[in-house]
């Protein structure tokens, strides 16, 4: 018996079928389709036919999701899934029981459970992929809010007294592809030519380029870091995604807000930054929790 948990991203589909203690079985990856929703529920019904002890589905995705009716409001980085009833359409291919849910909700509720934020009551979860995730966890449940957008960040606007484009729209400026794509400027190279790896690389063999534009990175970061402090006045702060992992970046972040509160002219609470737990695996390993508290009577 296993549960067949999808991540979908902005460029890549990470799958793993996991049995409900967490254990992985097999895991693998491959491209997002871009085409449109009919590749995409090709794409699933196919991993789902990998394995005839598939006893359930749980899918994280990007964008506003009305979990509770498999409903996607707005596709966030995969626009052709606004307005789509995911859930009923790929019922139709894959005859099991399913969920899906926000990404960065998946991550939340991964680490409010099982990972770094555990141990506290309020906190909040930062995705650092295609874009930008955000979870917030107050009593140890995600929240969702009446749009089904609560601790969306992707969104903000960055520009003050400027309308939102995508150029101000923070997810785009801070989320990993937003990272590589300054230093891809900077160096004069073309914006597809540089990840995550490439990056970090530039970066450990010393390169300024890549340093200051760590800096400013982590310096947006921190910022809106500060004001959600500010707002919400969580315990925790968990950094997630794959670039989470380098300590550069949570160092540098930390680094920032220390500049900001330094100078901040109030004595105000200061925020904690951690690394999550579960990094890149936090969708999944989320997926399938929220998949658990659905159909406890399944397992």
């Known amino acids: 018996m296993s549960i067949l948990t999808i991540d979908i991203g902005g460029s890549l589909i990470k799958y ?47 964008g506003i999701i009305d979990a509770e009716n498999g409903y ?7 626009r052709y899934n606004d307005d789509f009833y995911l859930r009923h359409e ?3 291919h894959c005859r099991v029981p399913m969920i899906i849910e926000n990404d960065a909700n998946c991550a939340g509720l991964a680490e409010a459970t099982l990972g770094s934020l ?9 995705v650092l992929g295609t874009m930008i995730g955000g979870a917030y966890i107050k009593d140890r449940k995600v929240q969702r809010g009446h749009h089904f957008a609560a601790g969306e960040i992707s969104y903000i606007n960055t520009l003050r007294d400027e309308v939102p484009t995508e150029e101000s729209i923070w997810g785009n400026r801070c989320g990993t592809a937003g990272l590589c794509a300054r230093y891809a400027i900077k160096k004069g190279l073309p914006v597809n030519s540089v990840d995550g790896y490439v990056f970090f690389d530039a970066l450990s063999s010393g390169d300024p380029a890549a340093a200051e534009c760590l800096t400013k990175f982590a310096r947006e970061l921190a910022m809106q870091i500060f004001n959600l402090q500010t707002i919400l006045d969580p315990e925790r702060f968990a950094i997630g995604g794959g670039i989470s992992a380098r300590a550069e970046l949570i160092d540098a972040v930390r680094k920032q807000l220390d500049i900001l509160y330094d100078a901040c002219p109030y004595r105000i609470p200061r925020a904690e930054v951690v690394t999550s737990k579960f990094q890149n695996d936090a969708n999944l390993v989320g997926a399938l929790q929220t998949f658990l508290d659905k159909y406890k009577d399944i397992v």
């Not at 555990?118 to 930062?126: F, M, P, Q, R, W």
């Open 118 to 126: 555990k141990d506290i009551k309020e906190g909040y979860v930062i």
């Open 16 to 62: 793993a079928f996991m049995e409900p203690d967490n254990t992985i079985l097999e895991r693998g990856t491959m491209p997002t389709p871009m085409s449109g929703r009919k590749d995409l529920l090709d794409a699933l019904s196919a991993l789902f036919r990998l394995k005839n002890d598939v006893v359930g589905i749980a899918i994280s995705l990007p």
């Open 72 to 78: 996607i409001v707005m596709g966030g980085a995969l």
């Open 90 to 92: 790929l019922y139709a």
